[in-house]
């Protein structure tokens, strides 16, 4: 919990009252006491009834000291909201309201201060009357208000029995397992050494425990914890905690450095927000403004980038992402607050929802702001199915795992529930229905329109195919095996893909020109005519066709064989290698009654596929295999 105040230049009995209610003076600072004013936080505790304890932080009511005020906000679970009574709310209330709200804090209670002073009855209920329009419509909008008098102890027990009444109606704080304290003090004791104090969130320290110190890095362990002065093993999450860390010297920890595990959390200059705009904000927010960015306990420069607007309003809602001047140890769900440097004026805030971005995110692209809003509900399903339509082809896991920011076993389970709507294409890629559809209508029409220009083609090559649908490899052979198991396409060799119905479609004077070159092959079946000659004869285009089809292989540039006889070429080499352990060329040339052209053009072909390699005259058998030569 901590003590908000209105106080002016002197203390109008925020301070006062928290001495009141603990017996502990806040006001640590001489300056403070010779000027009757809450400079810099203040700490206290406080036995309820019912003997729970509770932390205070007391922080700065005057609007100089705003800034100050926000370090001591962060993990707060309650607030005691001070107004005197002989003055009613100030415009420091107001801005102090407007912070608590922003960050969420889910309860609290109105203490109106100073009635003593008050003669006057009606004057007491119109404070009272405007206090509660003040706070309609915001997190304290159920609040008891409860008028008290330090010096007199008018109201005080019922303070203290309002404020346990309003932290038992909440829940315990989480323990997800990843303690974090954003520290807002530092100091030694003797024979101690550094000691550092916030509100602990997230999960229990423990003695012995290894911590760090984030954004430096500064490792080190717990040798001591402390909660309202009462040593402990353990510390709970919600509790406010002084930590005697062991390996770190007080001139490397400070206010707004978080301590937490070793490797849990790393450190961002740049993070995705939900940001509500405040009413009373003097201007519209713009793009590339300049703020001061306040979270926990930490405070940096911060440059906004609108992503889903040229500029906003006052009281508007959009998503930014602040570029950060110092690195902060961010989580999804940290809450925070804008103000602008110059003059000081809290403009709004809202909360983190992706920490870890390492790039600029692209302005007014719906698939960002889909994405971001997924985060946002914080829903594991959505957040994949969103990731897998997101880039609108085949993702790895990895890439799930970055653009959702979950773990690799959580991505895991929601896979498997998931099925209708997210598909597992190729070797661990995955990609959304609705992306698949539109890639696989894509890869129809590119093929259909390549069948119609290039009729004798067996189909598109890989490359001209992975260039017009702007996928890598990987990705296009993660689609092609989804679209094979379709039935969209076909594989004709392993370098073309083509539509089922597409067949070789020559004219009727090509036919008759392939007909002349196959007779003319026939003729002379181990001394068939060459490249240069078949092409003669029925066109390079339609030669190209035969060769792709597999209707003629071209072994070398000059040689072409009709597939039988390169079989027959194929078997004997193999039959002679085995048999002989080697061959040469004048071996095969004489068995088959061809020129030394052909049979060299042949040998060397297989030297070229690995299958036999060349050790002078000989050619000898190599790693390569004959299977799919026969």
């Not at 290039?454 to 092609?480: F, I, K, T, V, Y």
């Not at 066709?545 to 193999?574: D, K, M, N, Q, Y």
């Amino acid at each position: 919990m901590y003590v908000v105040g209105t106080a002016g230049h002197v203390d109008h009995g925020k301070s006062t009252l928290v001495r009141a209610l603990t017996g502990i003076d806040p006001d640590r600072l001489k300056e403070e006491k010779a000027r009757e004013m809450t400079i810099d936080l203040g700490f206290a505790w406080l036995r309820l009834p019912g003997g729970q304890k509770i932390g205070i932080v007391d922080v700065p009511g005057h609007r100089d000291f705003i800034e100050n005020m926000l370090a001591g906000v962060g993990g707060i679970n309650a607030v005691l909201f001070v107004v005197a009574a002989d003055e009613g709310a100030m415009p420091q209330t107001r801005e102090h309201l407007a912070i608590i709200d922003l960050l969420g804090i889910p309860t609290g209670v109105i203490a109106l201060t100073k009635t003593d002073l008050v003669r006057d009855p009606g004057w007491l209920e119109l404070v009272q009357l405007d206090l509660g329009e003040l706070v309609s419509g915001t997190v304290l909008a159920n609040a008891p208000i409860i008028p008290v008098s330090a010096r007199t102890g008018q109201g005080l027990d019922e303070l203290q029995t309002a404020l346990a009444a309003q932290l038992a109606a909440q829940p315990a704080p989480a323990d997800v397992g990843l303690p974090r304290l954003w520290v807002d003090r530092v100091f030694t004791v003797s024979g101690f050494g550094t000691v550092v104090t916030g509100t602990l969130l997230g999960g229990k320290l423990t003695i012995g425990q290894e911590i760090v110190l984030l954004p430096e890095g500064r490792m080190g362990r717990v040798r001591g914890l402390q909660s309202h002065h009462q040593s402990l093993e353990a510390a709970l999450p919600g509790n406010r905690v002084a930590v005697n860390v062991g390996g770190i010297e007080k001139r490397d920890a400070q206010r707004g450095h978080l301590l937490t595990l070793p490797g849990a959390i790393m450190p961002t200059f740049s993070a995705a927000v939900r940001f509500r705009h405040l009413s009373d904000a003097p201007r519209p927010l713009q793009h590339n403004a300049e703020v001061k960015l306040f979270c926990g306990s930490a405070e940096t420069v911060a440059r906004v980038r609108l992503l889903d607007a040229e500029s906003l309003a006052p009281g508007a809602e959009g998503w930014l992402q602040l570029e950060l001047r110092d690195p902060l140890p961010l989580m999804q769900g940290d809450r925070f607050i804008l103000r602008y440097p110059s003059p000081g004026q809290t403009i709004g805030g809202g909360e983190v929802i992706d920490p870890s971005i390492g790039r600029r995110l692209r302005r007014n692209d719906p698939a960002t702001i889909a994405r971001l809003d997924a985060l946002s509900r914080g829903n594991p399903a959505e957040l994949v199915v969103q990731a897998a339509e997101s880039r609108g082809t085949p993702v790895t896991l990895a890439q799930l795992v970055e653009a959702t920011a979950l773990d690799m076993p959580t991505i895991n389970t929601v896979l498997q529930s998931v099925g209708d709507k997210v598909q597992a294409l190729g070797d661990g890629r995955w990609i959304g229905q609705n992306a698949l559809a539109h890639l696989l209508d894509r890869l129809v029409r590119a093929l259909e329109g390549y069948h119609r220009a290039e009729p004798l083609r067996p189909g598109m090559r890989l490359d001209r195919l992975r260039s017009q649908l702007n996928l890598n490899a990987a990705e296009l052979e993660a689609l092609l095996d989804g679209a094979t198991q379709r039935g969209i396409v076909i594989r004709p060799r392993l370098d073309f893909v083509a539509r089922p119905d597409h067949g070789f479609q020559p004219s009727r004077a090509q036919r008759a020109a392939i007909d002349r070159l196959t007779a003319a092959f026939a003729s002379a079946p181990y001394t068939p005519p060459s490249y240069k000659e078949a092409a003669a004869i029925v066109g390079e285009d339609v030669l190209t066709a035969l060769i792709e089809w597999g209707e003629l292989v071209r072994i070398s540039p000059e040689v072409v064989l009709s597939p039988h006889v390169f079989r027959e070429f194929a078997a004997e080499t193999e039959r002679i290698i085995a048999s002989e352990g080697r061959i040469t060329i004048k071996a095969l040339r004489d068995r088959f009654n061809t020129s030394r052209k052909y049979a060299q053009a042949v040998l060397e072909y297989f030297d070229s596929l690995g299958i036999t390699r060349r050790d002078g005259d000989d050619h000898l058998p190599a790693s390569g295999n004959w299977k799919g030569l026969e």
